[in-house]
């Protein structure tokens, strides 16, 4: 058998055999016309080379070519974060993280009476001397109807409105909450979040613009005071608006007026109106709406006649009038310049006492 290296017609004349150095990379006639040559046709070439680039790659105009694989991970990326926002916008609570912690901020203002304060005229009828305007109990808190906002409806606004208006008359008519110490009836009004600052401002009342019960609920100490009337005189009014987009939002601005004797005094003994006023801010989200609780955010209450030394935090102290009438302390004065004592620590003087 002849050397593979050599053309197939034998070596050429003239050749220097295998002594030749340039032998294995000089090609005679006879080895080119013996080489085999196929030629790709056009449809090969196209199923080929260029399909094979159409494959692996998508035209996308003007930014050029994009793997496809990459392409399928950017649209399942966009796929991911479409749903995302999608059921974040649209899912039932339609809400952030919902508030917890301590949010009401509470501001306690005591009225100091001017001068002696000295027993209602008549006993039996203790409210005769208050001016017009002032209804019985929940009468007296003008309740609205038919509001609506820009994001609440009719419904929802008179669902909150409704809630307000009784968690008003557990923590200011009620007699078992003014004078019994009973508090569970309010408490069932609190939203969840609110649940641990109201239960520790019954356990451990402080007035640190947070933990004041009476912030919560108005509240007579019941071995000071007994209710002489059952009856609350009422006077003030609601105002609805929004907090925001997600956040209804009810102010209310009113006045209570009750009828007060001593703890365990009998029937005609002398009888003193305490007058109360609370402008208390509550939010609802639409879980509160459905819930029928609430958020109650601001609460500033002015209460008189009350001493400026007695602490309100706990309950309202009265100054309840003898039949020749109770002389109070007058208000302490105040330093500025003494941070020992908090600057929202508030007296004022009781007009018309």
């Known amino acids: 058998?002849?050397?593979?290296?050599?053309?197939?017609?034998?070596?050429?004349?003239?050749?220097?055999?295998?002594?030749?150095?340039?032998?294995?990379?000089?090609?005679?006639?006879?080895?080119?016309?013996?080489?085999?040559?196929?030629?790709?046709?056009?449809?090969?070439?196209?199923?080929?080379?260029?399909?094979?680039?159409?494959?692996?790659?998508?035209?996308?105009?003007?930014?050029?070519?994009?793997?496809?694989?990459?392409?399928?991970?950017?649209?399942?990326?966009?796929?991911?974060?479409?749903?995302?926002?999608?059921f974040g916008v649209n899912s039932p609570k339609g809400l952030t993280e919902r508030p917890a912690g301590s949010q009401l901020t509470v501001s306690l203002v005591a009225l100091s009476p001017a001068s002696a304060v000295r027993p209602v005229a008549d006993p039996a009828d203790p409210f005769a001397a208050l001016p017009p305007g002032y209804g019985d109990g929940a009468a007296g808190l003008n309740t609205p109807a038919g509001v609506t906002t820009g994001h609440f409806s009719k419904v929802e606004v008179t669902k909150a409105l409704d809630t307000v208006q009784r968690y008003l008359v557990a923590s200011s008519l009620t007699p078992a909450a003014l004078?019994?110490?009973?508090?569970?009836?309010?408490?069932?009004?609190?939203?969840?979040?609110?649940?641990?600052?109201?239960?520790?401002?019954?356990?451990?009342?402080?007035?640190?613009?947070?933990?004041?019960?009476?912030?919560?609920?108005?509240?007579?100490?019941?071995?000071?005071?007994?209710?002489?009337?059952?009856?609350?005189?009422?006077?003030?009014?609601?105002?609805?608006?929004?907090?925001?987009?997600?956040?209804?939002?009810?102010?209310?601005?009113?006045?209570?007026?009750?009828?007060?004797?001593?703890?365990?005094?009998?029937?005609?003994?002398?009888?003193?109106?305490?007058?109360?006023?609370?402008?208390?801010?509550?939010?609802?989200?639409?879980?509160?709406?459905?819930?029928?609780?609430?958020?109650?955010v601001d609460s500033v209450v002015q209460a008189g006649p009350q001493a400026c030394t007695a602490s309100m935090a706990g309950f309202l102290q009265p100054v309840l009038a003898t039949a020749q009438g109770t002389v109070a302390p007058p208000p302490p004065a105040v330093d500025p310049g003494n941070h020992a004592q908090p600057a929202w620590q508030v007296c004022g003087v009781l007009a018309g006492s």
């Open 179 to 296: 004078v019994r110490g009973a508090t569970a009836d309010v408490r069932t009004f609190v939203t969840p979040g609110e649940q641990v600052q109201f239960d520790a401002s019954v356990a451990q009342p402080v007035d640190d613009r947070h933990h004041a019960v009476t912030g919560w609920i108005v509240r007579f100490d019941p071995a000071q005071a007994a209710l002489a009337s059952d009856t609350v005189k009422v006077v003030g009014a609601m105002r609805v608006d929004e907090a925001d987009n997600g956040t209804l939002q009810i102010t209310t601005d009113h006045t209570f007026v009750y009828a007060l004797k001593p703890a365990g005094a009998p029937a005609g003994a002398p009888v003193t109106l305490e007058t109360v006023r609370r402008e208390l801010t509550f939010q609802f989200d639409r879980v509160d709406l459905a819930s029928a609780q609430l958020r109650l």
């Open 1 to 86: 058998m002849g050397d593979p290296r050599e053309p197939p017609e034998g070596t050429p004349e003239g050749g220097s055999g295998n002594e030749d150095e340039f032998r294995s990379v000089v090609f005679d006639e006879s080895f080119v016309r013996a080489a085999r040559i196929q030629e790709l046709s056009a449809r090969e070439r196209l199923a080929g080379s260029f399909g094979k680039s159409t494959k692996a790659r998508v035209r996308l105009g003007p930014l050029g070519t994009v793997p496809r694989q990459a392409l399928a991970l950017l649209l399942l990326i966009l796929l991911a974060f479409g749903a995302a926002v999608y």
